[in-house]
Protein backbone atom coordinates (compact mmCIF):
# COMPACT_ATOMS: atom_id res chain seq x y z
CA UNK A 1 0.00 0.00 0.00
CA UNK A 2 1.52 3.24 -0.70
CA UNK A 3 0.04 6.81 0.82
CA UNK A 4 1.51 9.91 -1.55
CA UNK A 5 0.65 13.52 -0.55
CA UNK A 6 0.28 16.19 -3.18
CA UNK A 7 1.64 19.32 -2.94
CA UNK A 8 -1.13 21.50 -4.57
CA UNK A 9 -2.59 22.49 -1.25
CA UNK A 10 -4.91 25.40 -0.66
CA UNK A 11 -4.94 27.71 2.12
CA UNK A 12 -8.32 27.44 3.64
CA UNK A 13 -9.00 30.35 6.04
CA UNK A 14 -12.59 29.80 6.76
CA UNK A 15 -12.49 25.71 6.51
CA UNK A 16 -15.35 25.99 3.99
CA UNK A 17 -14.35 23.53 1.97
CA UNK A 18 -15.08 19.99 2.31
CA UNK A 19 -12.62 16.87 3.12
CA UNK A 20 -13.24 14.37 0.47
CA UNK A 21 -12.74 10.76 -0.03
CA UNK A 22 -13.65 8.49 -3.15
CA UNK A 23 -12.66 4.94 -3.87
CA UNK A 24 -11.91 3.48 -6.95
CA UNK A 25 -11.79 -0.60 -7.25
CA UNK A 26 -10.32 -2.66 -9.97
CA UNK A 27 -9.98 -6.20 -10.30
CA UNK A 28 -7.85 -6.73 -7.46
CA UNK A 29 -6.23 -2.98 -6.92
CA UNK A 30 -7.49 0.05 -5.23
CA UNK A 31 -7.04 4.03 -5.44
CA UNK A 32 -8.60 6.30 -2.73
CA UNK A 33 -8.39 9.94 -4.15
CA UNK A 34 -8.85 12.73 -1.02
CA UNK A 35 -7.95 15.58 0.38
CA UNK A 36 -7.75 16.44 4.23
CA UNK A 37 -7.14 20.11 5.67
CA UNK A 38 -4.00 20.34 8.14
CA UNK A 39 -3.20 23.03 10.38
CA UNK A 40 0.33 23.52 9.33
CA UNK A 41 1.27 24.08 5.28
CA UNK A 42 4.71 21.03 5.79
CA UNK A 43 2.27 18.61 7.90
CA UNK A 44 1.37 15.95 5.80
CA UNK A 45 -0.79 12.35 5.82
CA UNK A 46 0.29 9.01 7.10
CA UNK A 47 -0.96 5.48 6.84
CA UNK A 48 -1.95 4.68 10.57
CA UNK A 49 -3.20 1.42 10.23
CA UNK A 50 -5.11 -1.10 8.10
CA UNK A 51 -7.70 -4.04 9.36
CA UNK A 52 -9.29 -6.69 7.83
CA UNK A 53 -12.23 -7.58 10.62
CA UNK A 54 -14.99 -9.47 9.47
CA UNK A 55 -14.53 -9.43 5.35
CA UNK A 56 -14.47 -5.74 5.56
CA UNK A 57 -10.70 -4.13 5.10
CA UNK A 58 -10.67 -0.66 6.78
CA UNK A 59 -7.85 1.74 6.06
CA UNK A 60 -6.97 4.74 8.37
CA UNK A 61 -5.58 7.93 7.58
CA UNK A 62 -4.44 10.24 9.43
CA UNK A 63 -2.78 14.15 9.91
CA UNK A 64 1.02 14.07 10.67
CA UNK A 65 2.81 16.74 11.84
CA UNK A 66 5.93 18.21 10.89
CA UNK A 67 7.22 19.62 14.13
CA UNK A 68 10.43 21.31 11.94
CA UNK A 69 8.32 23.82 10.40
CA UNK A 70 5.61 24.46 13.19
CA UNK A 71 7.52 27.53 14.71
CA UNK A 72 6.33 31.41 15.90
CA UNK A 73 8.75 32.53 13.08
CA UNK A 74 6.70 30.52 10.43
CA UNK A 75 3.28 31.79 11.01
CA UNK A 76 2.64 32.16 7.42
CA UNK A 77 2.75 28.32 6.84
CA UNK A 78 0.11 27.98 9.36
CA UNK A 79 -3.26 26.87 7.80
CA UNK A 80 -5.68 25.12 7.56
CA UNK A 81 -4.78 23.78 4.48
CA UNK A 82 -6.54 21.80 2.19
CA UNK A 83 -4.11 18.86 0.66
CA UNK A 84 -5.18 16.43 -1.71
CA UNK A 85 -3.49 12.81 -1.25
CA UNK A 86 -4.08 9.21 -2.84
CA UNK A 87 -3.98 5.94 -1.83
CA UNK A 88 -3.08 3.39 -4.08
CA UNK A 89 -3.03 -0.48 -2.68
CA UNK A 90 -3.69 -4.45 -3.76
CA UNK A 91 -5.53 -6.92 -2.02
CA UNK A 92 -3.73 -10.33 -1.73
CA UNK A 93 -5.54 -13.00 -0.68
CA UNK A 94 -8.70 -13.13 -1.96
CA UNK A 95 -10.92 -9.55 -1.76
CA UNK A 96 -13.09 -8.71 1.07
CA UNK A 97 -16.88 -7.64 0.87
CA UNK A 98 -16.47 -4.21 1.43
CA UNK A 99 -13.29 -1.47 2.02
CA UNK A 100 -13.96 1.41 4.19
CA UNK A 101 -11.26 4.54 4.19
CA UNK A 102 -11.64 6.55 7.56
CA UNK A 103 -10.09 10.20 7.33
CA UNK A 104 -8.93 11.70 11.08
CA UNK A 105 -7.21 14.70 11.83
CA UNK A 106 -7.68 17.96 14.23
CA UNK A 107 -9.40 20.05 11.08
CA UNK A 108 -10.58 16.77 9.87
CA UNK A 109 -14.57 16.92 9.69
CA UNK A 110 -16.89 14.30 8.59
CA UNK A 111 -19.59 11.68 9.53
CA UNK A 112 -17.39 9.10 10.13
CA UNK A 113 -18.03 6.67 13.09
CA UNK A 114 -14.90 8.55 14.66
CA UNK A 115 -15.52 12.13 13.29
CA UNK A 116 -13.48 12.42 11.05
CA UNK A 117 -14.18 11.66 6.50
CA UNK A 118 -15.19 8.49 5.81
CA UNK A 119 -16.01 6.83 2.65
CA UNK A 120 -17.23 2.87 1.90
CA UNK A 121 -17.47 0.43 -0.85
CA UNK A 122 -19.20 -2.56 -1.02
CA UNK A 123 -16.90 -5.01 -3.36
Known sequence: MTLTVG???TRDFLG???DELSITVADDRFTVDGRGHLEWDCDGFALAHVLVDDRTAE???EAAPNDACRTNDNDEARGPWLTPYTVTG???GGRPDALEVHLEGQYIKGDGPRGGAFARTDL
Do not use: G, L, S
Open 7 to 9: TDR
Open 90 to 92: QFT
Open 16 to 18: TEP
Open 59 to 61: VYV
